[in-house]
C-alpha cells in the first residue's frame, strides 16, 4: 500500500503536530473560558454574531439575486433577515441575547416537560410510563431553575465547556505524545 493510497483523514488522524496543535488550542481555551466565563462568553457570542451577519447578508443577497417566480425566495428573504438581526443583536448587546438564549432554553424545557406530561396520561402504567412521568418533571424543574438563574445557568454552562475543551486539550496532546513515541519506535 503506497503513501497516496492513504485517505485525508489517516494522515490527519497520524499527524502528532495536527494533535498537538489542537490540544494545546483546546486546553488554552478551557483554562481561558474557566478563569473567565463571563469576558469569555462575550467574546464567543461577539464572533458568533459576526459570522451569523456573514451568513444572514449571504443569505439575504442570494434570495434577492436568485428571485424567481413561484420559488419561495420571500423566506429565504426572510432568513436572511432573521439572521442579520440575530448576528447584530449578538454582536452589539451579546449579554443581553446571550440571557434571551438561556431564558429560551429554560422556557423549551419547561413546555416539553408539560408536553411530556400529557402525554404520559396515554402511556400504559407497564410501557414505561413512570419514566416519562419523571422525565419530564425533571425537565420542567431544570427549566424553572435555568429561568430563575439564567447567569448562574451561563457560569456553570461556561465551567462545563472550560472542562469538556481541557480534556479534550489533553487526551490531544497525550495522542500527539504516542504519536511521536510510536514513530520513534517504529524507526
Known sequence: MGMDDRSSMDLLRGSRIIAYTIGALALIAGIVLLFWPDRTITVVARVVGILILVVGFGQAIEAVTTHRKGSYWGLLLLRGVVNLVAGALLLFWPSITVTV????????????????????TQVPKDMGKSGIVVQALVAIVLGIIIMVWPSATLTVMAVLGAIVLIVLGVMFLVSGFQLSKTRVEVV
Do not use: C, D, K, P
Open 101 to 120: 438564549i438561556v431564558w429560551l432554553l429554560g422556557i423549551e424545557l419547561v413546555l416539553s416537560g408539560i408536553l411530556g406530561l400529557i402525554a404520559s
